[in-house]
């Protein structure tokens, strides 16, 4: 089959290498494409949404997103668990249609619309085959394993929920700044002041100093000045370093709680009446309805976690 393969964008991505049918449908569901260097790598892509045109199959993916699909070896027969991380990867949902008939009973009441649903199915896995270049359960498309020797069918839904996924951004918290002025208050200090003053004292002469030292002594006027001195504070201003201020930066770790509501799925099985479960499959049942009643009876409003 040498169909060329083209992303969503045209950029062509490879030829298509082999074809996976769907189990329970026996549609034609998955197309691997050849990629990489020197063709040694296979990608599986859904052949949901392809267009054909000529001997070119147009998918609804980029060349990025194929190449980062799961790496599943595609010389065997895929088994549920890849299937479905095929499809979370891809962001697809199963196929209602693709899910096996439930079994065989007589038709009865509301049978008619299931059977024109299953016509409509046919025909698109139809015309689904036929843009491969083949026909919906032709053996040659089919991988060998995709159905059991004795031809069982099974049903698969996958369950999903929600997980808080948590990071952290730094952001400014706000802003510190260091400012100097200059204001003015009154110092009064006490300063120690020497200053002179006059002191007088009499002192009478004697009868040798009056005929030796004072004997040439004239009589008349005269004078005489002394000066007197003393000290006064003289105010003068030194800057000198007191303090240092310094503003540094450290990182501190808290914890807060961050509180949110996640989805889950919950998958419930309903069987028609007269049909038994097997032991560990109704009692799984029972215990996933008692617990979605719990919820429900926690939860005014009826809303399941």
Same mark, same amino acid.
């Given at each position: 089959?040498?169909?060329?393969?083209?992303?969503?964008?045209?950029?062509?991505?490879?030829?298509?290498?082999?074809?996976?049918?769907?189990?329970?449908?026996?549609?034609?569901?998955?197309?691997?494409?050849?990629?990489?260097?020197?063709?040694?790598?296979?990608?599986?892509?859904?052949?949901?949404?392809?267009?054909?045109?000529?001997?070119?199959?147009?998918?609804?993916?980029? *060349?990025?997103?194929?190449?980062?699909?799961?790496?599943?070896?595609a010389d065997q027969h895929l088994d549920?668990?890849?299937?479905?991380?095929?499809?979370?990867?891809?962001?697809?949902?199963?196929?209602?249609?693709?899910?096996?008939?439930?079994?065989?009973?007589?038709?009865?009441?509301?049978?008619?619309?299931?059977?024109?649903?299953?016509?409509?199915?046919?025909?698109?896995?139809?015309?689904?085959?036929?843009?491969?270049?083949?026909?919906?359960?032709?053996?040659?498309?089919?991988?060998?394993?995709?159905?059991?020797?004795?031809?069982?069918?099974?049903?698969?839904?996958? %369950?999903?929920?929600?997980?808080?996924?948590?990071?952290?951004?730094?952001?400014?918290?706000?802003?510190?700044?260091?400012?100097?002025?200059?204001?003015?208050?009154?110092? %009064?200090?006490?300063?120690?002041?020497?200053?002179?003053?006059?002191?007088?004292?009499?002192? #009478?002469?004697?009868?040798?100093?009056?005929?030796?030292?004072?004997?040439?002594?004239?009589?008349?006027?005269?004078?005489?000045?002394?000066?007197?001195?003393?000290?006064?504070?003289?105010?003068?201003?030194?800057?000198?370093?007191?303090?240092?201020?310094?503003?540094?930066?450290?990182?501190?770790?808290?914890?807060? #709680?961050?509180?949110?509501?996640?989805? *889950?799925?919950?998958?419930?099985?309903?069987?028609d009446d007269g049909v038994q479960l097997?032991?560990?499959?109704?009692?799984?049942?029972?215990?996933?309805?008692?617990?979605?009643?719990?919820? *429900?009876?926690?939860?005014?409003?009826?809303?399941?976690?």
């Open positions: 089959m040498d169909l060329e393969v083209t992303g969503k964008d045209g950029t062509k991505l490879g030829t298509v290498k082999q074809v996976y049918l769907n189990d329970a449908s026996g549609a034609p569901e998955w197309i691997t494409v050849v990629t990489g260097w020197f063709g040694q790598r296979e990608s599986f892509v859904p052949l949901a949404g392809v267009d054909r045109k000529g001997d070119v199959l147009q998918v609804s993916y980029d *060349k990025d997103k194929i190449k980062g699909a799961p790496s599943i070896d549920r668990q890849e299937v479905a991380e095929l499809y979370r990867y891809y962001g697809l949902q199963p196929d209602r249609g693709a899910v096996p008939n439930q079994p065989n009973r007589t038709p009865g009441q509301g049978d008619a619309g299931r059977m024109q649903a299953d016509q409509g199915r046919r025909a698109g896995q139809q015309g689904k085959a036929a843009m491969l270049g083949g026909q919906a359960g032709q053996e040659t498309l089919r991988k060998p394993g995709m159905r059991d020797a004795a031809g069982a069918e099974d049903a698969e839904l996958v %369950r999903s929920e929600e997980r808080l996924r948590v990071a952290t951004e730094r952001r400014e918290a706000g802003h510190v700044r260091l400012r100097r002025w200059v204001e003015t208050e009154d110092v %009064r200090m006490s300063v120690p002041v020497t200053r002179e003053r006059i002191k007088v004292e009499r002192v #009478p002469i004697d009868g040798e100093q009056a005929t030796g030292e004072f004997a040439d002594l004239v009589l008349g006027e005269d004078e005489r000045e002394v000066v007197l001195h003393e000290e006064r504070a003289v105010v003068t201003k030194d800057t000198v370093a007191v303090e240092r201020v310094r503003v540094s930066v450290e990182r501190v770790t808290e914890e807060q #709680p961050v509180e949110d509501q996640v989805r *889950k799925e919950r998958i419930e099985v309903i069987p097997d032991g560990d499959l109704a009692e799984r049942d029972m215990k996933d309805r008692a617990k979605d009643q719990v919820l *429900k009876d926690r939860d005014p409003k009826g809303r399941r976690s």
